[in-house]
């Protein structure tokens, strides 16, 4: 008994035009998921200065997550505070509030609302009460002709913010507190760090970060491996 043979429809064939036209499509709605999830969930933050060391080093690559502090409205630079507050001492990235046009700042939440922050004996009270620091870099002094006084109390909604490296951070000693408004995250993971001139990290200097990001291809040695996945 002989099979019977069956006959299949031969497949459309698709030309090169076809296939790249496809290609673009499918990247084009990759990169508008990624480019909404960037703005309204998380998004990429690089460490320009060394104000948050040793916990945050120059070349730190982070994913910061806005989850229920902020919401970002894609395409435009319009954002939502949520529900969320930091903890004390919890580390958060802000807008300045005295120049929101700037970059945004990484800085660790020291004062609550209502909190009555002073600075004396090399360390910071809060509540007439030392706060334990085992993160800082060197000590906590005050700031001479500085147009925040202190003792300092924290007004509502608003964050007392330092740096970790205390004698290298222009913080709330100096322009007062963060409103929580100014808020739009927090850090979660470390997914690259780079040992490179600082300048590669400063705003607009995109052939110094290419060729740092280069460097770091060529040499790997320039990563800092262990900072890696790093979680907060």
Excluded at 139 to 147: A, F, G, L, V, W
Excluded at 158 to 186: E, H, K, L
Aim: with cysteine; glycine share 8%; hydrophobic share 40%.
């Amino acid at each position: 008994m002989k099979a019977e043979k069956v006959q299949t429809k031969p497949q459309e064939k698709l030309t090169m035009e076809q296939k790249v036209r496809r290609e673009i499509i499918a990247w084009f709605w990759v990169g508008l998921v990624f480019l909404l999830i960037n703005g309204a969930i998380g998004q990429a933050r690089v460490i320009p200065s060394g104000s948050m060391e040793n916990t945050l080093l120059i070349g730190d690559h982070l994913i910061m997550s806005r989850v229920g502090y902020d919401a970002g409205i894609p395409f435009t630079n319009l954002h939502v505070p949520l529900w969320r507050n930091p903890r004390r001492q919890q580390i958060i990235i802000f807008k300045p509030p005295f120049d929101p046009t700037q970059p945004d700042y990484v800085k660790r939440a020291i004062g609550l609302p209502g909190d009555t922050v002073d600075i004396h004996d090399g360390a910071v009270w809060i509540n007439g009460q030392k706060l334990l620091e085992d993160y800082t870099l060197g000590k906590t002094e005050r700031i001479e002709n500085s147009d925040v006084k202190l003792p300092y109390q924290v007004p509502a909604n608003c964050f007392f913010a330092m740096g970790d490296n205390r004698q290298n951070s222009y913080d709330s000693r100096f322009w007062g507190c963060v409103p929580r408004n100014d808020i739009i995250g927090t850090p979660v993971l470390i997914y690259m760090s780079l040992n490179a001139s600082p300048e590669a990290w400063q705003p607009g200097q995109i052939g110094e970060r290419f060729l740092a990001y280069l460097n770091g291809v060529i040499h790997p040695s320039t990563v800092r491996w262990r900072r890696l996945f790093h979680i907060f």
